[in-house]
């Protein structure tokens, strides 16, 4: 009894012995992985410990882009971060441009900023603490027919644009944004310089950061908040040399507006804008046609229609400057952006617009006789779906407006049968789209994305009384086949080629077709 006793005692202690030096070893591993956490802590510590006005400079502007992200509806503040790849756009975004890093509590401390992502054109470190510069642009060039001279094939060339994006973070709650457009390769049309282009502030306004639910956005010039690509048009965006159709009348991209608006984020999943803006107008013509009492020309002189069968709402949007608007209605708009995390790579929205009145005042036809008032309720729902662990990637889209009274469109009162205005418009769009890795080049990770889109519009939906004939001419119910790719050498750069062919029910036909080449940038 005894030796077994010792026997069982002296396995124990072996035992023990054998415990006890694995728990020496596991000590000692701890002790390096805790030796080694103190050194990468020191090092971030080093990184961190940089010049006063260096590091505030970082961290206020990627305070600023991680504060815009949240927005519900950024507009130019994506503008001002890192762009994503296209291939990852259907990722969880905001509704101003979702390219920015996600953070559910904006006032966290951002991490250190990576040599391509530094603030200053992603270039160099601010020299200002809490200033960011980006800028986005495109060439476009290449062949198409014009309608005006009977469908002949021209040729041509667009330095279509080039806007700087400048964002400075007052406080990391008051973050102030801007963009400042060129177009069409200038700021003016003399005969001596070649230029017929714009220069204008697309816009400009402050963010007051107050919670995650709810924030504000000054008075300024802003995007209504209302489709995708208004809101996220920078040519990184969408593969086409173009904006998509719907986006060139129905939706009067870019649709720029004097306005103040509230956003923020509901749940994980759905974030909300809601927008007071001016209202668009019904009056196409120059700013040389509008009188000093802020009408239209008076009776006996003709102008052009802001709304119509043709162009859409193309020419509709409110003027933003000098006091010029020709209305005093109010418009509300708003739009739910939802990426819901139980559906990986799915992103979409809807949103709603309404103008109690878009008649301008003295509005008139072309007999003298005033037009009386009409509203404007427009409806939007569009997707994106990036299928998981593959290339492909879906888009869809759908936007309608509707007329309150269209029998006082300027359109159904100018004499002229061919631009005619429905109860409604309306159009639809599909796109296919693959992703396909090129492998690297020029040190960088090149994709190619064929595509091809198909977009119905119909602007001129029936006849409506006016003093015009109203029966529809067939040219505003349109179909557009769009087919081409898109090659990103970087997510930052865009190498595009788009076929185009449209096709309308007039008695000519659209002849509108085109192949573009173009070349954009986002950074």
Do not use: C
């Amino acid at each position: 009894m005894l030796a077994a006793t010792a026997i069982s005692l002296l396995s124990s202690g072996a035992a023990y012995a054998a415990e006890g030096g694995a728990n020496d070893a596991l000590l000692r591993k701890l002790e390096k992985m805790e030796q080694r956490i103190q050194q990468l802590e020191a090092e971030l510590k080093q990184k961190q410990d940089r010049p006063a006005a260096d590091a505030e400079a970082k961290r206020t502007a990627k305070t600023a882009a991680l504060a815009s992200a949240n927005a519900a509806a950024p507009s130019a503040d994506t503008k001002n971060a890192t762009a994503k790849p296209a291939d990852q756009k259907t990722e969880p975004q905001s509704s101003e441009k979702s390219t920015k890093p996600k953070s559910k509590d904006f006032m966290a401390l951002p991490p250190l900023p990576a040599a391509s992502d530094k603030p200053i054109l992603g270039l160099a470190d601010s020299p200002v603490p809490g200033l960011s510069i980006g800028a986005y642009g495109e060439i476009k060039f290449g062949t198409m027919q014009n309608p005006a001279a009977g469908g002949q094939w021209q040729k041509g060339f667009d330095a279509a644009r080039f806007v700087l994006l400048p964002t400075y973070a007052i406080t990391p709650n008051i973050i102030f944004n801007a963009e400042i457009e060129f177009e069409h390769a200038g700021a003016g049309f003399d005969n001596d310089d070649k230029l017929h282009g714009t220069a204008e502030i697309e816009q400009v306004w402050i963010d007051f950061k107050i919670i995650d639910q709810f924030n504000w956005r000054s008075p300024g010039v802003d995007l209504v908040p209302f489709g995708y690509i208004n809101q996220h048009h920078e040519p990184t965006q969408f593969y086409s040399v173009n904006r998509p159709e719907l986006y060139n009348g129905i939706i009067p991209s870019t649709w720029k507006v004097p306005s103040t608006s509230v956003y923020g984020t509901i749940t994980e999943d759905l974030k909300y804008q809601v927008m007071v803006s001016a209202s668009n107008e019904d009056f196409g013509d120059s700013f040389d046609n509008r009188t000093d009492a802020k009408t239209v020309p008076l009776p006996g002189t003709a102008y052009i229609a802001g709304i119509d069968g043709v162009n859409a709402l193309g020419f509709s949007r409110p003027p933003l400057g000098d006091f010029q608007q020709l209305n005093n209605a109010t418009a509300m708009s708003g739009r739910l952006d939802f990426t819901p995390t139980f559906w990986a790579g799915f992103a979409g929205s809807i949103s709603a617009y309404y103008s109690p009145n878009t008649t301008p005042r003295g509005a008139h036809d072309d007999f003298g006789n005033f037009l009386g008032r009409s509203s404007l309720a427009m409806f939007d729902a569009e997707f994106r779906y990036r299928v998981p662990d593959t290339g492909l990637e879906l888009r869809g889209e759908y936007v309608r407006a509707e007329f309150g009274h269209p029998e006082n469109l300027r359109a159904n009162n100018d004499t002229d049968p061919t631009n005619n205005v429905g109860k409604s418009m309306y159009g639809y769009s599909g796109e296919i789209a693959y992703h396909v890795p090129l492998g690297t080049i020029l040190n960088s990770e090149w994709e190619a994305v064929p595509f091809y889109r198909y977009t119905y519009m119909n602007l001129q939906t029936g006849g409506v009384a006016g003093t015009d004939a109203n029966l529809p001419t067939g040219q505003g119910q349109r179909q557009y086949h769009t087919a081409g790719f898109a090659v990103f050498p970087s997510p930052k750069v865009v190498l595009k080629a788009t076929y185009q062919r449209v096709i309308d029910k007039s008695a000519t036909g659209a002849l509108s077709d085109s192949f573009l080449g173009g070349v954009g940038f986002f950074f």
